[in-house]
């Protein structure tokens, strides 16, 4: 089947539109606030640093400063700190990821939420340079993915609610909760399956988060369409 070309916009615009929302990073007024760059080097920091971190390999300020030619305090103000800089290479990734997980879903109403939600954590799970990341800085990936310390879990909470809003406009979805507290338990969902092994010592499964996911959205109430 054929998505519906507004569904696709919408699902797959909540990956940056989610960026533009608060708390912001001095990278995120770069990225994505829909204007030509100023300043070419946040961007060409971006890059270098996500190659590290595509290779498996921490990113260092000081050694990132000095591949780019520049001192640390130039670093800083271009990208902000450490945590701030890791966060946006690791939310450009997602935004690819979800893209492709928009791009590939199968069906309508829950089961295309089911299908997009499945593709992107079982890509999530599945990605080596993820998770040497996460069993490199292990406490400080878990603050910064999974609480307000970061940006990451109210940018995820906002993906999953755009997603939500676009199926309620293509299909008339129900939700069991509000459109935002229902994104919260899917991020919730997602969170405790694609980081098990660090949070209880098990297996990661994106197969199990789906069908938790299912279960939530399979028997909606009429009273949260929000529409």
Not at 183 to 199: C, H, K, P, Q
């Amino acid at each position: 089947m054929t998505a519906n070309p507004t569904w696709s916009r919408l699902a797959a615009g909540a990956a940056v539109d989610s960026a533009r929302r608060e708390p912001y990073t001095r990278l995120s007024l770069e990225l994505y606030a829909g204007q030509e760059p100023r300043n070419a080097g946040p961007r060409r920091a971006l890059r270098v640093a996500r190659r590290e971190f595509l290779a498996g390999e921490r990113v260092d300020m000081g050694a990132l400063a000095a591949k780019l030619g520049v001192d640390r305090a130039t670093l800083f103000r271009w990208v902000g700190n450490r945590d701030e800089l890791v966060s946006e290479v690791i939310w450009s990734l997602c935004v690819r990821t979800w893209e492709g997980a928009v791009r590939g879903a199968e069906g309508t109403g829950v089961t295309r939420v089911v299908s997009v939600f499945h593709a992107f954590s079982s890509a999530v799970i599945e990605a080596g340079f993820f998770r040497a990341y996460l069993r490199r800085e292990r406490d400080r990936a878990l603050r910064l993915l999974t609480t307000r310390a970061g940006v990451h879990q109210t940018r995820v909470i906002a993906l999953f609610e755009g997603l939500l809003d676009a199926e309620q406009v293509s299909s008339g979805l129900r939700l069991p909760l509000p459109v935002r507290d229902t994104a919260y338990v899917i991020t919730r969902i997602a969170e405790s399956f694609i980081y098990a092994d660090l949070i209880v010592g098990e297996e990661p499964d994106a197969a199990k988060a789906a069908a938790a996911v299912g279960a939530l959205l399979g028997s909606g109430s009429p009273e949260w369409t929000d529409r």
